[in-house]
Each structure stands twice: as structure tokens, then as C-alpha cells.
């Protein structure tokens, strides 16, 4: 019969007697809090590097009971196929880490249910704080999270009971919505109205970006028909299938087109490809969002980059300083020519 040995685990008193140091500097190494003890960073890197040589896994329960704190930091995100919400992922992680801070990251597919679900598990782990990216009813997760104290941020689109840091999307819309008419009136000779396309108007977003259109256009004394407003989602397919029905197999005289994401123009650029609308046919283009790729799809096409460096430190400013105060954030865009 073969023996099996139960190998014990390192214990923080084991490393207290491996290195010289206390239990409870070790302790405060090991979870990050060393700089607040006013340990130099010499020692915690050498009693890190010991920990890792004899295999120490800190308990991270036993230490969340300890300090009520675990150092969790939650996101949920709407899409991870779109440049925008993963570069705000990616900034994400990196700008928690650099706290000691360990990131969740999910995606809920702009599902009402799934966003709350993911809360909800979230919650259970204890995470210090949950930030709401792109959430459909921020409200709702915001009351969710009260009931057990942990604070949220919304990101992207707003709330009414937690801060919210957005992108300044009225000003965005209307500097891009002036570009585009700027490159119509070169080319065409006239001043007429463009196509709105994408989006859901119960959107805040949505709402903000196609008030600076209709304001860029009245600011040329021009009147926007509804007509020319097809909000119906931001799928590709669904964005297809909309300027199919609108359009049919007509003759078509397009002044320019503001498109509200880059989800959106796949469904605009693949519709003007159908249509053969593509090279010197292609009319003006213009996109609240930003992809380095879209300049090869045609040309004429403008873009808004939102500054998500600047969206991320606005929300650790906020954490860092514990803030729980209402108030909205907006980050002024950049527009891509």
C-alpha cells in the first residue's frame, strides 16, 4: 500500500519565523495594507518572495472576516466585441490592480435580468464597490446594492442614485454632426438634412447625442424630419434590415449619415456595400464612437473617440476619495476628422 503523506500548509507564523518579521506585518504584506504600517517596500518584497517559494495561498476569507474588506472590485459590461467597452475593461484591470484591488469582470449583454443576476453574485462574493457600465436600468442595481451598503458608480449611461461619470454626448453629437454637414455641403452644393441611425431612444445616451444633431442642423436653419430618424437598435442586422425596409430598391440620395456606434456602421457600411454605394458613391459619414479600422472602410468617415483614460480616472477618483454623493461626470469626447 502506498503511503500518502498530508503535506501541511504554510501558515503567516511560519513565515514570521522564516523571515524575522511579525505575524502581523506579515499579515499586512500579504494583503496589500504594508505601506499604511509604513513597511518599507525592501522588506514586503522579500517576504512576498518567500511566501511564493514556500507556496503560501493567503485566505482570503479568513481575511475579509478579519478586515470586513475584500478588496474586490466589480464591473459589468455590456458588450466585450466592441473597442469602447473593452478598452474601458482593459483600463478596468489595470487601474484596480495598481490599488491591490482584485477586478470581476462580466458581461450581460444589455439583458435587464442578466445585469441584475450578474449584481447579485457580485454581492454575494462581498465586493467593495460595483461599477455599472452601459446598464440598462442603472436605478435598479443601485437600489439592489444599497440594501447591503456597497457603493456603485455608473459608467457610461447615468443614474439617479449613485455617481455617474458619461461622456458629454450632446456636445459630441453636434461637433460631429457639423462635420458631417460641412463635408455634404462640399460635396453636394446644398444644404440638407442627414439620417440618424442606431440607437434606442430610451437611452440616455441616445437622447443627448440626438439633441446636439437636431441643434447642429436648426444652427443652419435646417428642420430634420422624423422620417429621417430611424432609431431601432444597435445590432448590425437590425440596422441592415432598417434601411432595407426605409430605402427598398429606390434610387437613393443620402446627404450624409450620423450613425450612433460602431456596432451600428457594420450594419451601415455592410447596407451601402449591398447598395453599391461604396468609393467616391459613398455619402458622408460620421460615427459616435471609434475604431482605427474604420478609416479603411471608405472614406469621408468621421468619428467621436470617447476618452475612456479620462472616464476611468474620474471613477477611481471617486472610490479612492470613497465619495457616495450624487453627481454626473461628463468627459468631453474627441472627434476623429
Known sequence: MTKIEKIKKTTIYDLAKLTGVSASAISAILNGTWEKRRISKKLAEKVTKIAEEQGYELNRQASLLRSKKSNVIGMLVPKYDNRYFGSIAERFEEMARERNMLPIITCTRRDPKLELEAARVMLSWQVDWIIATGATFPDKIAKLCQKVGVPVINLDLPGTLAPSVISDNYDGAKKLTENILTQSISLYGTVQPLYFIGGRKTDHNTTERLKGFIDAHAALGINVPEENLLIRGYSMGNITLTLEEIF?????????????????????????????????KQPPLGCFDWD?????????????????????????????NKETALKTVEIPPVLIK
Do not use: C
Open 248 to 280: 427598398g430598391d429606390d434610387d437613393i440620395h443620402l446627404p450624409g449619415i450620423f450613425v450612433n456606434s460602431t456596432i451600428s456602421l457594420e450594419g451601415v457600411v455592410k447596407w451601402l456595400t449591398q447598395r453599391n454605394l461604396t468609393g467616391e
Open 292 to 320: 482605427p479600422f474604420a478609416s479603411l472602410l471608405g472614406h469621408n468617415i468621421s468619428m467621436v473617440r470617447q476618452d475612456v483614460p479620462a472616464m476611468l480616472d474620474a471613477v477611481f477618483e471617486i472610490i479612492d
